[in-house]
Every structure is written in C-alpha cells, then in structure tokens.
C-alpha cells in the first residue's frame, strides 16, 4: 500500500508541471486519431478549452485554422501550436511526442494484424462503423469551428462560396488557393470595415463637437 501511495503522490507532483501536462493530454488524444487528424479537433477542443483551461474557444478556433494553414497533418500541428503557445520549444515537442507516440505504437500493431483479419466480415463491419462515427466526429467539429468563425454576414458568404469552389472545382483547384483566397477576401472586408468604423467614429467625433460649441452658444 506504502508503494501504490508513493506513487501516486508521484504522479501527482508531476501533474503539476505543463510539460507533462501537455504530453499526457495528447497521449490520451492520440489513440482517437481513427478517421484522420479532423476527427480529433473537438477532443482537442475539450481538453484544451474545457478540461484544462489553456485556452479560450476563440484562440483553440485560431489554432485550428493555423494548423490547416500549414503543411502537414492538422492534428500534429494543433498539438505543436498549443504546445508552443503553453511552453515553447519544449512545450511543442511535448505535445508532438504525446500524439505521435501512441499512433507509431497502434500503426506497427495493426500492420502485422490487418492483413491477417482485412477479408473477415466483422472487421469490414466494424470499420463501416468506425468510418460513419468519424464523420460525425468532423460534422460536429465544423459546427464548433463554425460558430467561432462565421460571425458576420461577409465570413458566412466567404464560407458558402469556399465550400462551393471545392464542391465543383475541387479536381483542378488545390486547397491552398482557397486558403489563399479566404485570406485575401477576410483581410478586403476588414479593411473596408476598419474604414467604415473609422469614418463612423469621426463621424460621431464631429456631431459631438457641434453639440458642444451650440451648447456653449446657448450658455
């Protein structure tokens, strides 16, 4: 009994530190990886925002967006951007050791199974149903992305005709162009708000200031 509460005293002194903090939360995420780095996005969302309090709704909704950006799977990326943002470097590799170590250990294990068991009716069966959770694992996510990033009428229109563009041209159009596109057209509506915002203000600035010289006028 000595030993078992010895360790666990243990294991919590070392739950107090973010690094281990950061490795052990993605260690945990990892195995939930079936489906593709978008199946994770709302575990990630979970633990990060609602478990551990690393970040608000907004920033996970910003990581997410930079870690589609980017080259490279988007769950290896959220967990090296939330890494570096709780830690830095370490913080990064950290959370880059947690999500990839379980998946090299699960990938070796199903390689030497999967060829043995592919052709069996219960496996094709279960991954039917693995495959049919998944997407509503990434329709659930995008439903949570999209609260966060459609806040206007412009983000819903840029949204509607991204989803178009890649529904009808997605054979000769990459991905990275909508990206690249997105971008454009977000940073042309905030300018042009930011200018509209401007001119109201000043706007408001001068009806003020005429306000004030008839109220010294009426003094």
Same mark, same amino acid.
């Given at each position: ?67 589609? $950006? ?5 769950? *290896? ?27 090299? *250990? ?30 509503? *694992? ?25 989803? *178009? ?5 997605? $054979? ?48």
């Amino acid at each position: 009994m000595t030993k078992i509460k010895r360790l666990f005293s243990f294991w919590e002194k070392l739950e107090k530190y973010t690094l281990f903090q950061l490795f052990v939360s993605f260690l945990k995420i990892s195995p939930s990886s079936f489906g593709g780095g978008y199946a994770l996005i709302p575990i990630i969302e979970k633990e990060a925002v609602q478990q551990r309090k690393w970040l608000s709704e907004r920033e996970i909704a910003d990581v997410f967006a930079l870690a589609q $950006s980017a080259p490279g799977a988007i769950a *290896l990326n959220s967990a090296i951007f939330i890494g570096y943002r709780m830690k830095g470097k370490l913080g990064a590799l950290a959370a880059l050791s947690g999500i990839i170590l379980p998946t090299f *250990l699960i990938m070796i294990v199903l390689s030497l199974l999967f060829l043995q068991v592919h052709d069996h009716p219960k496996v094709e069966a279960a991954f039917t149903a693995i495959r049919t959770t998944i997407l509503a *694992l990434i329709v659930y996510a995008a439903l949570k992305m999209g609260k966060q990033a459609i806040v206007n009428y412009a983000a819903m229109i840029i949204c509607i005709a991204a989803v *178009l563009a890649l529904y009808f041209f997605s $054979s000769w159009l990459h991905p990275i162009f909508i990206i690249v596109l997105g971008a454009i057209a977000g940073i042309a509506v905030c300018s042009r708000h930011s200018d509209e915002l401007q001119q109201t203000k000043q706007e408001e600035k001068q009806q003020t200031a005429a306000q004030d010289d008839y109220s010294d006028y009426m003094i």
